[in-house]
């Protein structure tokens, strides 16, 4: 086992979930397909309420930002009504959640939607967040010597909330001193980090931040953000040359706090 020493300067960590905190195959085997299989029934349940077409409103108008590209699925306005009007644009949507998704698209409209979807997937218990097993005894000994300890993934803030509130350690959000998703901007530009350095109240070389992307890393690491890589079992391979450039840990019990006993 390796051990990473901390630099004296870091005050807060800051989480990836997928291929950080939690198995890639738990995102990409459970949680995606919920979505695939469920997304036209769950519109066509929740079609009427404000907060369903807040989603197909973002969804349109990312849909129109997309249209030049290769693929995209247009989402029209409802023109008229009646059951078979309803039925042409519930499937645009789902035609273009489905496209989105073929492409592990991160746009917040995509993930807004799929926070919600999950609400009724942990609450009835038929999915538990998974995470690797050690996440929190590592994060309680980080707390325990006045780390703060905050997330930063593509998933929705409500979909963090979820999956750290049902996850098979039980409900740890306790654990965290705060959430940021891609409304605060994107993992793979340094100015999100900038930002998120300042809704905490720190200086961005304050941060160390955990990922399993090397674009992340590297946007960080533009921000002046501290970074390390992690290496769990079903992540993508880094080339050689990010092995040797990034601070590598496959356990966060490697990380070593320089007031660790
Ligand atoms: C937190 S919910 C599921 C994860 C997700 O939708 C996603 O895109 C994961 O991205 P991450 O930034 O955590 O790698
Ligand atoms: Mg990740």
């Given amino acids: 086992m390796g051990v990473l020493p901390v630099p004296a300067e870091v005050r807060a960590i800051l989480l990836d979930i997928e291929g950080t905190t939690t198995p890639i195959a738990f995102v990409q085997e459970t949680l995606f397909p919920y979505i695939k299989d ?12 404000e907060e369903c077409q807040r989603d197909v409103g973002l969804l349109r108008k990312q849909a129109q930002e997309d249209s030049s590209l290769d693929g995209a699925v247009p ?7 009646g059951e078979e009007e309803l039925e042409r644009v519930i499937q645009a949507v789902v035609d273009n959640v489905h496209w989105q998704m073929s492409l592990d698209r991160k746009t ?10 999950w609400r009724a997937a942990y609450a009835t218990g038929l999915v538990k967040g998974e995470i690797f097993e050690d996440v929190v005894p590592a994060i309680r000994k980080w707390r325990e010597a006045g780390m703060k300890v905050y997330i930063y993934s593509s998933g929705s803030i409500e979909a963090q909330k979820l999956l750290f509130g049902y996850s098979t350690e039980g409900d740890i959000l306790e654990l965290f001193d705060g959430h940021f998703d891609t409304k605060i ?25 955990l990922t399993d992307v090397p674009r992340e890393a590297n946007a960080a690491e533009e921000a002046d953000t501290h970074v390390a890589v992690v290496i769990r079992p079903g992540n993508a391979g880094l080339t050689d040359d990010e092995k040797s450039y990034y601070s590598l840990i496959s356990s966060f019990t490697e990380l070593f706090l320089p007031s660790s006993t």
């Fill in 38 to 49: 469920n997304v036209k029934e769950y519109l066509r349940a929740h079609w009427e309420e």
């Fill in 75 to 81: 989402i029209p306005l409802e023109s008229g009504s």
């Fill in 108 to 117: 917040t409209a995509l993930k807004q939607l799929q926070g919600h979807m």
């Fill in 185 to 209: 901007g994107p993992k793979v530009e340094s100015e999100s980090y900038r930002r998120i350095a300042a809704s905490i109240g720190c200086a961005t070389n304050n941060i160390l931040f």
